[in-house]
């Protein structure tokens, strides 16, 4: 991201180009940058390393020597992780410790969210593992077997080709998240692999505010339940991605589930950090590496949950910037009309005094307000954020512009 | 007043404006959200005279005045 007298330059459409966005100022204004701090790429060199340097385990070939039926959890489109140059790698281990590719089945760990089609399986996976591997979606509601451990006061069910499998392997990124400190781990059990109603469960706890502070993993319950649930069920290893600013793998920790998870997590709260901002006139929160859809595009916040309301002064300006080139997504539990948990939008208590505004070119207005607070205001056009804080803050304002807002933390 | 007046008068008048009755689950009411949450414990804390453990903070316990009343109860009872 950079911040010129000419404009502002964004992150944009994650799985969909990738590109930078090129937008334009008003007069007046006075734009300061707030990148993470970041890291560069690995080699390839080093991704193999640290497969085959794992943390916390034996190495891979003497896990998976005598198992026959191996499962690999990925996560969607929804998350950055770039799952395919990790998965190639993997494969190309399992290969050489003599796993036949009939013996593995891919697993995308949605949740609630919609099963993946070929065309976003392709882009997430590659063609060739699509093509030559058995990949299957998740479904919160069907396949599914008792895992023999509570959530609550009920019993979790899981992904039941999951439960069968004799080896069981997750692949994730570790990125901050608003209960669970970091994603990834032991959380794509827990809701990704798991039934409608414990995943209706950790949702509930965190609309209610029983959730732990994002970007840290120190006395966090809900990271300790998901990681008690998954140490029951068993798995047998852990990848784990760190992915900077451009979603290049810049951290890789492979091994045992909550070791080499901590790890990332550690790395991750280096990279992601982000410089502490109070009393803006205006804030610009963009969603990528998150920007996929309008239900994901609440993550925006995520930096704005670390710092507090002070980030932004009273009757200043926040505006949410995302993509959405898939449009308005689904949710299972958060779908207009038929999501469990769906409720009529209502004003967010941490956003009050601000003038609130979303650049969503992805969605209608339409599906905008199925979504968000009819106080709210909707752009389908950057010039219509830049005519709104220009009649809101006439005499010019400070603008801080967070390019990754859905994964920079201040903690 | 009941138990069950007690948890609905920190909730009002919301409940009566939303016409929410003792089995609805106040978290899709639009009721509670975190910040309500974190009042309610204080609340609950204050006039049951009761502890309200980490581990007891979970939706099953406070997404109804029927769940809370629930929960009140057998706190007090334990």
């Known amino acids: ?175 901050p998240h608003h209960f669970a400190g970091f994603s990834g781990g032991a959380k794509m059990v827990l809701p990704g692999l798991s039934n409608l109603d414990s995943i209706v469960w950790t949702h509930k706890a965190v609309m209610m505010g029983l959730r732990s502070k994002p970007g840290t993993l120190e006395n966090n319950r809900f990271r300790a339940e998901f990681e008690r649930i998954a140490r029951h069920v068993g798995i047998d290893f852990c990848l784990n991605v760190v992915v900077n600013s451009q979603r290049q793998v810049a951290g890789f920790f492979a091994g045992d589930l909550i070791e080499a998870h901590s790890k990332a997590a550690k790395f991750a709260k280096e990279i992601y950090a982000t410089e502490a901002a109070e009393n803006l006139d205006v804030a610009i929160f963009n969603a990528y590496p998150k920007d996929t859809e309008l239900l994901q595009s609440e993550n925006a916040f995520m930096y704005m949950h670390t710092v507090g309301e002070k980030l932004v002064r009273e009757n200043g300006t926040i505006v949410i910037t995302a993509a959405c080139s898939e449009g308005l997504g689904k949710h299972g539990l958060f779908e207009p009309g038929s999501g469990v948990l769906y409720r009529k939008p209502m004003p967010k208590r941490f956003l009050k005094n601000r003038n609130v505004l979303f650049f969503v070119p992805g969605v209608s207005e339409e599906e905008f307000y199925q979504i968000y607070w009819e106080g709210y205001h909707y752009a389908k056009n950057w010039e219509t954020v830049v005519d709104k804080i220009n009649k809101w803050h006439p005499g010019g304002c400070e603008v801080g512009v967070f390019p990754h807002a859905s994964i920079q933390i201040n903690v | 007043m009941s138990n069950k007046e007690l948890i609905r008068s920190f909730f009002e008048p919301e409940l009566e404006n939303n016409g929410v009755e003792d089995d609805d689950s106040l978290l899709l009411a639009g009721i509670i959200d975190s910040l309500k949450m974190m009042d309610l414990i204080g609340y609950l804390e204050k006039e049951f005279e009761v502890k309200i453990d980490d581990d007891e903070l979970m939706p099953e316990n406070f997404d109804s005045i029927d769940a809370i009343s629930t929960f009140i109860r057998e706190k007090k009872a334990a």
């Open chain 1, 1 to 175: 991201m950079s911040a010129e007298n000419d404009g502002i330059m964004l992150p944009w459409a994650a799985w969909n180009g990738d590109r930078e966005l090129h937008l334009s100022i008003g007069p007046g204004w006075q734009v300061k940058p707030f990148p993470m701090a970041d890291a560069i790429a690995l080699t390839d060199d080093e991704v193999v390393a640290a497969i085959e340097e794992p943390v916390g385990t034996k190495n891979l070939a003497g896990l998976v020597a005598d198992k026959t039926r191996i499962v690999i959890a990925v996560d969607d489109l929804s998350r950055p992780t770039p799952t395919q140059l990790l998965l190639e790698v993997l494969l190309t281990e399992l290969d050489y410790a003599g796993v036949p590719a009939d013996a593995i089945t891919v697993i995308v760990s949605l949740g609630t969210h919609t099963e993946l089609g070929k065309a976003q399986l392709y882009k997430k996976l590659g063609r060739e593992i699509v093509d030559n591997l058995r990949v299957i979606n998740h479904d919160c509601c069907e396949n599914l077997a008792p895992a023999g451990v509570m959530v609550g006061k009920m019993e979790v069910l899981l992904n039941k080709e999951f439960l069968e499998a004799d080896f069981r392997i997750l692949i994730g990124s570790v990125v």
